[in-house]
């Protein structure tokens, strides 16, 4: 059975500082894993979605890896920003198709 | 452009009630998910669409829960004889080719039973 498990569960930085979030899963036979960022009582905002086959998406600030063998992904931001402040979920697709299973969740503040 | 809407925002119910959930996906997109998020844990899975049929159903925690999408667009689901552990947020998400493409989220229904 998959399992995802994002550390650390929080984490508290001053603006500016460039961060790394951590993504691990059990089973390395994913089709994708996609990272989302959800505000408090919001619903889910996707950030990057890297499919298997690939080894990193860009977007602006947001650097997100994927080593399957290994079962590891990870999500940069650069230059972190107040706005920033949310929690951030990874999630797999795996080899059964079609659902995402989801981490706990990384709570980030970012401090002005 | 018109994301993924879910309606109500909020529902408070009383335990043994009948609630129905209703989601409409991004116009276009074949596949309509439904998730469960409990306070403090990631969203956990409970059904899947393909088109109007259910591909897979395995997350439905038991037969109290039930979900259509009769016209492949629209889903609605429906929990009977509502329990408070039935708690939870409900999301609703949809994808333009499934199964293994981006999944885009709506705001979810907060369910709150007494």
């Known amino acids: 059975k998959q399992e995802v498990t994002q550390i650390p569960a929080a984490l508290s930085v001053p603006e500016g500082e460039n961060l790394v979030l951590n993504c691990s899963f059990t089973d390395s036979a994913i089709y994708n894993l996609q990272w989302f960022r959800q505000d408090p009582g919001k619903g889910l905002t996707s950030l990057l979605l890297?499919?298997?086959?690939?080894r990193e998406q860009t977007s602006g600030r947001l650097n997100a890896s994927l080593d399957k063998s290994s079962g590891r992904s990870t999500l940069y931001i650069a230059a972190s920003q107040p706005g920033d402040s949310a929690t951030y979920l990874c999630a797999v697709i795996d080899n059964q198709g079609g659902k995402l299973i989801f981490g706990q969740g990384t709570e980030l503040s970012v401090k002005p | 452009g018109a994301g993924v809407s879910q309606t109500p925002s909020n529902k408070v119910t009383e335990k043994g009630k009948y609630v129905e959930l209703r989601c409409d996906p991004i116009s276009g997109h074949t596949a309509l998910y439904w998730y469960r998020q409990s306070l403090g844990q990631g969203p956990e899975f409970l059904i899947y669409f393909q088109g109007t049929g259910a591909a897979d159903d395995s997350g439905l925690p038991n037969d109290r829960f039930f979900a259509v999408r009769p016209e492949g667009s629209v889903s609605t689901l429906k929990i009977q004889r509502t329990e408070r552990g039935d708690s939870a947020v409900y999301l609703c998400?949809?994808?333009?080719?499934?199964?293994?493409?981006?999944?885009?989220f709506g705001p979810g229904t907060r369910l709150t039973v007494l």
């Open positions: 998400a949809s994808s333009l080719r499934p199964p293994f493409n981006e999944q885009f």
């Open positions: 890297i499919q298997s086959s690939q």
